[in-house]
């Protein structure tokens, strides 16, 4: 099965729908104090000292990858994946007008944000975008090199949450490992080399 039989209908409707469950699974991290690896992980933590929004912030981080995107990859996949980054950071920043949630068990929240995470993650990189940040390079080296996208980016992500262990309590920082390992669980059984490409163009977009 190739991601090419996609129509321009079908991608849009993936990104956005993909966007949403990312947005809400970053939700359910902040709602517990967990963080993330990648720039969604660096997002969060900033986020707790300063005062711009993890939105604001996610953006800022993934506007480099962006330039790496459209260079490296293709300025199709580079617009995909601004848009698909754009969505994320606008969704998360406005969820919590729409539902409250009083308390939830990290543990919870670490599991459900990392599947939803992952899922979202999926269907987004499956309809050639990404969501920035280390998602560019990860899809670049699967595509470059045939290394798994799952497996470079729990690496990536287990480096970053290693590097928080003095800035966080060490219970959120377990369940934030949780999180991240559930997410890339995701990623890792579910996009391998050769089923998917990130960058050739799709002649029926």
């Known amino acids: 099965m190739s991601q090419y039989q996609h129509s321009f209908k079908e991608d849009i409707i993936a ?4 966007a949403f469950l990312v947005a809400q699974g970053v939700f359910f991290l902040q709602q517990a104090g967990l ?3 990648g720039t969604t992980g660096l997002a969060l933590l ?3 000292f300063t005062d711009l929004s993890f939105g604001t912030l996610y953006f800022l ?3 480099p990858f962006y330039l790496m995107a459209w260079f490296r990859m293709s300025p199709r996949f580079a617009v995909r ?5 754009g969505a994320v950071s606008v969704m998360a920043d406005h969820i919590a007008y729409f539902f409250e949630i009083t308390w939830l068990a990290p543990a919870y929240c670490a599991v ?3 599947l939803l995470m992952g899922v979202g993650m999926l269907m987004i990189f499956r309809h050639n975008a990404s969501l920035g ?3 560019v390079l990860v899809l670049y080296c699967q595509d470059k090199f045939g290394i798994s996208a799952g497996k470079l980016q729990m690496s990536i992500d287990c480096t970053i949450l290693a590097l928080s262990f003095f800035l966080i309590d060490l219970n959120l920082l377990m369940w934030s490992v949780v999180g991240a390992i559930v997410l890339n669980l995701v990623l890792a059984m579910n996009h391998k080399p050769g089923r998917y490409q990130a960058h050739p163009a799709n002649p029926g977009a």
Do not use: E, H, K
């Open 15 to 18: 990104i956005a729908s993909g």
């Open 35 to 37: 963080l993330t690896g």
């Open 46 to 48: 900033v986020s707790q």
């Open 61 to 63: 981080c993934n506007c």
């Open 81 to 85: 994946s601004l848009l698909a980054g």
């Open 112 to 114: 459900i944000g990392g």
């Open 133 to 135: 940040g280390f998602n």
